[in-house]
């Protein structure tokens, strides 16, 4: 391990420090006895993997979380009360900005930048013209135009990003022109997924600025090479564990992978192995693919194929399931599905249900399944006209039916009449598998088919995945779980920024080699075809 | 992680504390009904003489049809999710279109009456791609709607009240009777039939249901839900127009504004029979039996000398009470998973 550097030898007392602070949620300890320091002037990286604890550890310190007793968080050798106020926060000079960046769509940029100070400095008469110069000008140093009277909910992404860093930072200084000097911190939470690659340069000579001033930054990223380019000390988290604080300049790329998963990659990326469905036609042919993220993506999945799609939150990979099923709306694109054809631009749910494509989308219980309505009225939905015999329901064979998949599926209890909303999440996502394959898709989509289910449900339901390839369907599984996607999946790809940055075929899926794959920002693809 | 290992599987509700729930929800199912025969009961002592007679039974049953037909118009949207606040513009409308055309310009009863069918469908039409193309809530577009429609009737009847519609029309809804009761009982009966086959028996009911409860899903699972909300708009047009019919042929004649003071009642019943029957979704069983429930009520306390503001008092209060309920059986339920 890399030798941790203290805060001391940076400077004199940190501006802000985090001792032992841990937080649990029911019985798991998102967080456990993490400390750190953060020096003035410095801008320090904060990395881990999705559930390592990083945005449990941003949002006790935006007063979001109450963590446990012994948790204490100091700014200026000053201990704060928790949870941190609103009120400290301001007066610290804490400004945060959030993965979801938390502006107000249907406001416009003006009322969007000054809401802190609306909120704290009030005033009976607010002109519009006043609150647009003032917006104009507090905009005009950072570069990029920006209308104050647009409504953000209309602007791009990258301009949203953009507005939430300026309100961040203009707080920052508003902050220093009233209070004795004393340091300011920005936490930026993945701000850069959105930004195009100007607006990233454009940030980080915007966070030099700020950490020439004294101020400190905090930066969470999932890209490495970001972190690595603009901080000078990283802090690891792995399982709500602190692993290590260490000095930029000390570590490289690979040694901070290791850290962050656990465990050194394996280098055999590119070993190939041939499988039993390499030789399969493909089925499922997607080309030209973009969506909210993904850009231009292109790949194909053969009969009785399992294709896992990875990568890190943000990366792109959640939305592939959803942009295939037309329930998100793609921009470009295109299905070949069999002897089908489809545009993707145009592709709405109920054609893809028609054309027998199926889709378990993660939300269960509020786009998965009916919780207020029966189990055997969610299982028997997508083939309810097999049971319309001369204009009437045949609601005894339902009912018998559906008796009979709950004893197949081991869904409990093995009352089909019972509420859906009162049945364990494994037993939900039994009834919604069982509901799909009830009408013999040939494209079954699945995302985090077994997220927050029980064990023994989710190796039914894995079993289940692979018998229905084993007939012959084609099965795409988008998941952020890299061991379940190992034991699922013939073949995985990886993206990172919208884009397919690995392919990991057959032998080389493990956990690990998923894991650390979306650490990659240049593509390394391998080809599997034509062995 | 961890989060797959913390849950285990739940212990059926039905085999620890089963036959407890079970009959709480039988009763639960036929309490509008036992609270409708006390209310009789209650009644019939207090007014043996003119409360508990064959004529004041058949006066219920019938004069309260185009009720349960204007009730069972609004279930229809609800059941998909939306509400509809023009039914009793239409209803009015419809009422004045026969009032007008047939009443006034003598025109043929049958053709007034499809005329006012047809603007029932172009009501509900127009309500519906409102909602749809323009994305607007319908509460909003069917609340201007129903203020439009009371406007129009202002306009086309001048403020008069038209009478001499046509005995034809009067005769097959009031003035035959069957066992007793006006024929009108059971035009309520058959459109009754209808929406409880239709909700219950047909696969676009079940598409319906999906779509009021669960409209994510219901998009997910393929379902034109667009599609299916227009149905139930139009479908609301369709009947709220026939109870307009048969409001006219109750009387004989057709007013610019009494019939707008139907739409309260109207969802007080709704969602009244919504907590019987099947408890917890409008159904068209429970939609009747509260109908004559509520009508029940106002019919006794006006024969006891009440004035008529206990039937404002006795509907706004039956619809406060009645969503009071439905909410504790909701929170009721949510108890009994965890």
């Known amino acids: 391990m890399m030798s941790a550097a203290s805060a001391e030898a940076l400077g004199q007392e940190p501006v802000l420090s985090v001792r032992n602070v841990s937080k649990e949620f029911g019985a798991t300890r998102a967080l456990d006895g993490v400390s750190f320091d953060l020096a003035a002037g410095e801008v320090h990286g904060l990395v881990g993997e999705n559930g390592s604890g990083k945005s449990t550890l941003i949002k006790t310190l935006s007063g979001l979380h109450l963590p446990e007793p012994g948790s204490v968080i100091e700014v200026a050798g000053e201990q704060v009360p928790l949870p941190i106020s609103a009120a400290s926060l301001q007066r610290l000079g804490l400004r945060f900005v959030h993965q979801d960046l938390m502006l107000a769509p249907t406001l416009t940029v003006a009322e969007n930048l000054f809401v802190n100070e609306l909120s704290t400095e009030p005033s009976w008469l607010l002109r519009d013209s006043q609150l647009r110069r003032r917006a104009e000008a507090m905009l005009a140093p950072y570069g990029r135009e920006l209308d104050p009277a647009a409504k953000v909910g209309t602007l791009a992404a990258a301009d949203q990003a953009h507005l939430a860093i300026v309100r961040a930072v203009s707080g920052l200084r508003r902050h220093h022109a009233l209070a004795r000097a004393a340091p300011g911190v920005l936490v930026l939470d993945e701000v850069t997924a959105f930004l195009p690659s100007a607006g990233r340069a454009q940030l980080f000579e ?43 300049a000390d570590v490289a790329g690979d040694d901070l992978v290791e850290m962050i998963i656990g465990r050194r990659i394996g280098t055999d990326l590119t070993d190939t192995h041939t499988d039993d469905v390499d030789g399969r036609p493909p089925v499922v042919t997607v080309s030209d693919l973009s969506g909210p993220v993904v850009r231009g993506l292109g790949f194909s999945i053969r009969e009785g194929e399992v294709l896992g799609v990875a ?69 028997s939905l997508q083939v309810i006209s097999r049971y319309q015999r001369r204009g009437l329901l045949h609601r005894s064979r339902l ?11 081991d869904i409990r209890p093995r009352d089909p009449g019972t509420k859906m909303a009162n049945l364990s999440g494994g037993n939900q996502q039994k009834v919604i598998m069982a509901k799909w394959l009830a009408t013999n898709p040939s494209l079954l989509l699945l995302h985090e088919p077994t997220h927050g289910v029980d064990v023994g449900s989710r190796e039914q339901i894995l079993l289940r995945i692979r018998k229905a390839a084993h007939d012959g369907m084609a099965v795409l599984c988008a998941s952020s779980d890299t061991e379940q996607l190992s034991e699922l999946c ?8 919208g884009r397919v940055v690995a392919e990991l075929p057959g032998h080389s899926l493990t956990k690990e080699a998923i894991a650390g794959a979306g650490y990659l920002t240049t593509p390394i693809k391998q080809m599997t075809e034509g062995s | 992680m961890s989060d797959t290992l913390t849950e285990t599987p739940k212990p059926t509700p039905r085999s620890t504390r089963g036959n407890g729930r079970q009959a709480r929800s039988q009763f639960e199912r036929v309490s509008l009904i036992l609270a409708w025969i006390v209310v009789i009961a209650i009644f019939s002592f207090v007014r043996p003489d003119t409360f508990f007679t064959v004529g004041n039974m058949a006066t219920i049953l019938g004069s309260d049809a185009v009720l349960v037909i204007l009730t069972l118009g609004l279930i229809l949207p609800l059941r998909a999710g939306d509400y509809d606040l023009s039914i009793a513009g239409t209803l009015t409308l419809s009422a004045m279109l026969v009032g007008i055309m047939n009443g006034e310009h003598h025109i043929n009863i049958w053709l007034v009456v499809l005329a006012a069918l047809a603007v029932g469908v172009v009501v509900g039409l127009f309500n519906g791609l409102f909602v749809l193309i323009f994305g607007i809530n319908p509460f909003i577009v069917t609340l201007g709607m129903g203020t439009f429609l009371a406007g129009i009737v202002l306009l086309i009847s001048n403020d008069q009240t038209f009478a001499g519609i046509s005995p034809g029309l009067v005769n097959v809804v009031v003035g035959d009777r069957f066992l ?13 039939i209808l929406v409880w086959y239709l909700f219950d028996l047909t696969t676009f009911g079940r598409k319906m249901l999906f779509v009021g409860t669960a409209r994510d899903v219901a998009r997910l699972s393929g379902i034109k839900v667009g599609r299916t909300r227009l149905v139930a708009l139009v479908g609301a047009g369709v009947l709220a127009a026939l109870a307009g019919i048969l409001y006219a042929g109750t009387s004989g004649s057709a007013d610019p504004t009494s019939g707008t003071a139907q739409l309260l009642p109207a969802y007080a019943a709704a969602f009244l029979g919504a907590t019987a029957i099947v408890p917890g979704r409008f159904n068209a069983w429970g939609t009747i039996i509260a109908v004559y429930f509520l009508a029940t009520g106002v019919n006794g306390l006006a024969i006891l000398g009440l004035g008529s503001w206990v039937q404002d008092v006795f509907y706004g209060g039956a619809l406060i009470v009645a969503v009071a309920l439905s909410q504790l059986a909701r929170r009721r339920q949510e108890q009994e998973i965890t």
């Open chain 1, 399 to 409: 009912h018998h039916d559906a008796a009979a998949l709950l004893d197949d599926y």
């Open chain 1, 311 to 379: 990568g890190l939150i943000g990366s792109g990979f959640e939305e592939i399931p959803a942009l295939l099923f037309g329930a998100q709306q793609a921009t470009t694109g295109r299905l070949q599905l069999g002897e089908q054809e489809f545009e993707m631009t145009s592709m709405t749910p109920s054609a893809a249900t028609g054309r027998g494509i199926a889709f378990v989308p993660e939300d269960r219980a509020g786009a998965g399944a009916a919780g207020a309505l029966t189990v055997e009225e969610n299982l």
């Open chain 1, 490 to 497: 013939d073949r995985v790809l990886v993206l990172a920024r």
């Open chain 2, 180 to 192: 007793g009761i006006p024929l009108e009982f059971y035009y309520g009966l058959i459109a009754c």
């Open chain 1, 206 to 248: 915007l966070i030099h600025e700020i950490a020439a001033q004294g101020d400190s930054v905090v930066f969470v990223s999932h890209y490495l090479d970001e972190v690595l380019e603009i901080t000078s000390r990283i802090t690891v988290l792995r399982d709500g564990k602190l692993v290590s604080t260490v000095d930029t």
